[in-house]
């Protein structure tokens, strides 16, 4: 399994990206996984920004970033994280994470990371 995160770079406040996380090598059908985007800012522990579940289509997000993100499935192996209204504490890496399962759960394969740098 293989997980390609990109889209990160250097954005003023109050500006916009949208990350892409592409699946590869998946044994089961994309459907099949939840597909979470993660966080970590330097001295930080690694944190969860979001998460999909793919039968049902539940999506969940961390009191930080609701009604600024969101996530989507664009098309299978495709997760999307529209991020909007940065603000320079959304800063750190971002992850991508996969797992097989029906319900809410920590991921078991991981994405390289891609940096995000909010900052006038």
């Known amino acids: 399994v293989m997980l390609v995160e990109s889209g990160g770079g250097l954005v003023q406040p109050g500006g916009s990206l949208r990350l892409s996380c592409v699946a590869s090598g998946l044994p089961r059908k994309f459907d099949e996984y939840v597909m979470s985007w993660y966080r970590q800012a330097p001295g930080k522990e690694r944190e969860l920004v979001a998460y999909?579940?793919?039968?049902?289509?539940?999506t969940r997000y961390a009191d930080s970033v609701k009604d600024r993100f969101h996530i989507s499935r664009d098309n299978p192996g495709n997760t999307s994280l529209q991020m909007n209204a940065l603000k320079p504490e959304d800063t750190a890496v971002y992850y991508c994470?996969?797992?097989?399962?029906?319900?809410?759960?920590?991921?078991?394969?991981w994405g390289q990371g891609t940096q995000v740098t909010v900052s006038s």
């Open positions: 994470g996969a797992r097989h399962s029906n319900y809410a759960c920590v991921p078991d394969h």
């Open positions: 999909n579940i793919g039968v049902s289509g539940k």
